[in-house]
């Protein structure tokens, strides 16, 4: 993971100056230019392969809840009966009800991630998507992207285990409904997951400039736009001359605006321009060639 826990971070949101993307919204932006557009044919997947899993859940949970009722009706009952003949009786009987608690969970966690520690991803037990495996892919590797969810308290990042992602019900790790995460467990601890996971913004960047393919029907590994062209007429703009180095997120919020302005200005009849989310990336590159320039210029 790019960040550290002790840096300055913001949660994703509208902006540039943010770190911390939910992974749902990094998939989104892979699948398709607009998040909105990705978002929807990401949930309209997720939404086809949900009911045996959501089924199955739920009734994990009825049975742990009714065991847990019984667990409470038992210990009173050894409570009141504790110097009686039937202490045994209700004392077993809770030794019973707690196993009848943990059993649906233990099945969970053994049908998710095996019954030792997974090696390699686990075989899906629906059909899979290209998009979601490529995101997949990075998040799997040892020296991959660091995944990982902000502490309630501490407001620390905690990373997440890579065989996290190695789980046969992975795919709902993208889902941005919190009940659908809810199906996956946490990995090794079988607790349940935090209500959102991230990815650092750095590490979702070089996963776009990886050019990712998009859903059919969409503009593939082609690039659509002149980002090049863009960044090479920029150069000459005398305006770089009054940017303050020193202050990043001031720097790339204007060289965004500056591409944002050349996109528009070379916009064929259709008025096609790229989202301002697309021409961060790039605004950054640009600050960190001049900053990096600045500093060799100053020895």
Same mark, same amino acid.
Do not use: C
């Given at each position: 993971?790019?960040?550290?826990?002790?840096?300055?971070?913001?949660?994703?949101?509208?902006?540039? &100056?943010?770190?911390?993307?939910? @992974?749902? +919204? *990094?998939?989104?932006?892979?699948?398709?230019?607009?998040?909105?557009? /990705?978002? =929807?044919?990401?949930?309209?997947?997720?939404?086809?392969?949900?009911?045996?899993?959501?089924?199955?859940?739920?009734?994990?949970?009825?049975?742990?809840?009714?065991?847990?009722?019984?667990?409470?009706?038992?210990?009173?009952?050894?409570?009141?009966?504790?110097?009686?003949?039937?202490?045994?009786?209700?004392?077993?009987?809770?030794?019973?009800?707690?196993?009848?608690?943990?059993?649906?969970?233990?099945?969970?966690?053994?049908?998710?991630?095996?019954?030792?520690?997974?090696?390699?991803?686990?075989?899906?037990?629906?059909?899979?998507?290209?998009?979601? &495996?490529?995101?997949?892919?990075? @998040?799997? +590797? *040892?020296?991959?992207?660091?995944?990982?969810?902000?502490?309630?308290? /501490?407001? =620390?990042?905690?990373?997440?285990?890579?065989?996290?992602?190695?789980?046969?019900?992975?795919?709902?790790?993208?889902?941005?409904?919190?009940?659908?995460?809810?199906?996956?467990?946490?990995?090794?601890?079988?607790?349940?997951?935090?209500?959102?996971?991230?990815?650092?913004?750095?590490?979702?960047?070089?996963?776009?400039?990886?050019?990712?393919?998009?859903?059919?029907?969409?503009?593939?590994?082609?690039?659509?736009?002149?980002?090049?062209?863009?960044?090479?007429?920029?150069?000459?703009?005398?305006?770089?001359?009054?940017?303050?180095?020193?202050?990043?997120?001031?720097?790339?919020?204007? @060289?965004?605006?500056?591409?944002?302005?050349?996109?528009?200005?070379?916009?064929?009849?259709?008025?096609?321009?790229?989202?301002?989310?697309?021409?961060?990336?790039?605004?950054?590159?640009?600050?960190?060639?001049?900053?990096?320039?600045?500093?060799?210029?100053?020895?």
């Amino acid at each position: 993971m790019t960040g550290s826990p002790g840096e300055r971070w913001k949660v994703f949101a509208d902006g540039d &100056d943010v770190d911390d993307i939910p @992974l749902w +919204k *990094v998939l989104a932006k892979i699948t398709a230019d607009d998040l909105d557009e /990705g978002s =929807k044919l990401n949930a309209a997947f997720l939404k086809g392969i949900k009911p045996r899993f959501s089924w199955s859940y739920n009734l994990a949970i009825a049975i742990s809840s009714v065991f847990g009722l019984l667990a409470v009706v038992f210990l009173i009952g050894l409570a009141i009966a504790i110097r009686s003949k039937s202490a045994d009786f209700f004392y077993y009987g809770t030794l019973l009800m707690l196993a009848g608690i943990i059993t649906p969970h233990l099945w969970r966690r053994a049908y998710q991630y095996g019954l030792g520690v997974p090696d390699a991803p686990l075989s899906l037990p629906h059909p899979s998507d290209p998009l979601f &495996d490529e995101v997949l892919g990075h @998040l799997q +590797k *040892v020296d991959g992207p660091r995944a990982y969810y902000i502490s309630r308290f /501490g407001k =620390k990042r905690i990373p997440l285990n890579r065989r996290q992602f190695f789980g046969r019900l992975r795919y709902f790790l993208f889902s941005e409904q919190g009940n659908d995460r809810g199906i996956v467990m946490r990995f090794p601890t079988a607790m349940p997951l935090p209500a959102d996971l991230y990815l650092h913004r750095e590490d979702m960047e070089r996963m776009l400039a990886m050019g990712a393919p998009k859903r059919s029907g969409g503009p593939g590994r082609n690039v659509k736009y002149a980002y090049v062209e863009a960044a090479f007429d920029l150069r000459a703009d005398p305006r770089l001359a009054t940017l303050d180095l020193n202050d990043e997120v001031a720097a790339v919020r204007s @060289l965004t605006d500056w591409l944002d302005e050349w996109f528009d200005s070379a916009a064929n009849v259709s008025g096609d321009i790229p989202k301002r989310d697309r021409l961060t990336p790039y605004a950054r590159k640009i600050y960190a060639h001049l900053k990096k320039s600045a500093s060799s210029d100053s020895r």
